[in-house]
């Protein structure tokens, strides 16, 4: 049975959620991202005005006169999440934790896709993959999918996208929009596996960061505890080098990973744990909307 206390944080979600579909993300969501292709609908007589590159030569050939094919976009879509539920998710400064803002994200798009008449699916993971939901259609579908986010804990320390997207290869063999939330802490290289990923399925990847991670607010020794290991370490805030190489070592994760991501022609969106969740979206879909134009 689930806790009250996540109950209520489910609902809230569901709430603030339905208002942002309504809002901002009706008609931005399906001008974005396309169906699969386009499927087949009929044949017909060619008529005057019709575009001569769609005659089907061969019923033409055996009617005696020129017909052509008619294709409908195949809209149907399906939006895979693959969430980071690995221990510093459960880290942030402000009001809500990196998992908790995560999960907003994800009611958004998957209330959204939901509302598209397309399927949804999850895929969590930390060290390892931790559950799988298989792509679904429906409200209460999607919000299934958000209830795991913030109930799922892992079994064990650590972060591996490649074990989750190498899982996401096997178990979803058509093209996909992938959206990964993670808070990139701790997380190696996926290397072939993203590469993999990004060929086959449209992979987005969302940054859920922390003002603290870049920078530490306070003064003196303060002890740190590394939510991955659990491992506590002591640092010191007087310091001004301490501080500027904390803010750089954030600023180089990042780099890093732009590079990579860069060069597959993949895309980064930057949220803040707690911090305002729907219009960093927005100017993504809109970027993506005039960049695909």
Same mark, same amino acid.
């Given at each position: 049975m689930l806790p009250r206390e996540l109950i209520r944080k489910i609902r809230r979600i569901e709430i603030l959620t339905r208002r942002h579909v309504d809002e901002t993300f009706a008609g931005q969501?399906?001008? #974005?991202?396309k169906g699969r292709g386009m499927e087949f609908a009929e044949v017909r007589e060619y008529m005057q005005g019709d575009? #001569?590159?769609s005659i089907d030569w061969n019923v033409t050939a055996r009617m005696g006169k020129p017909y052509l094919k008619r294709f409908t976009e195949e809209?149907? +879509?399906t939006v895979m999440l693959v969430a980071d539920i690995s221990g510093?998710?459960?880290t942030g400064s402000g009001e809500e934790t990196k998992r908790e803002t995560a999960a907003t994200v994800a009611a958004i798009l998957a209330v959204t896709a939901a509302r598209n008449q397309d399927k949804v699916g999850g895929l969590l993971f930390g060290k390892e993959v931790h559950s799988y939901v298989p792509p679904g259609k429906g409200h209460r579908h999607a919000i299934r999918i958000v209830r795991d986010i913030l109930y799922e804990r892992p079994a064990e320390p650590g972060t591996n996208l490649a074990a989750a997207l190498d899982m996401l290869g096997r178990v979803q063999k058509?093209?996909?929009? #992938?959206f990964v939330l993670t808070d990139l802490i701790g997380l190696p290289d996926p290397g072939v596996s993203l590469q993999v990923a990004s060929r086959r399925h449209d992979v987005v990847m969302i940054h859920v960061g922390d003002r603290r991670e870049r920078d530490l607010k306070g003064e003196? +020794?303060?002890?740190l505890q590394?939510?991955?290991?659990?491992?506590?370490g002591w640092i010191d805030l007087s310091d001004p080098e301490t501080r500027k190489l904390w803010r750089q070592a954030a600023e180089e994760r990042e780099a890093l990973w732009d590079k990579r991501l860069k060069r597959l022609g993949l895309d980064? #969106?930057?949220l803040q744990a707690g911090g305002d969740s729907v219009m960093p979206l927005v100017s993504f879909f809109r970027r993506r909307a005039l960049r695909f134009r």
């Open positions: 969501y399906q001008s #974005v991202f575009d #001569v590159r809209r149907e +879509l510093s998710m459960d058509r093209r996909a929009i #992938v003196g +020794l303060i002890p590394d939510a991955e290991t659990g491992a506590v980064r #969106v930057e």
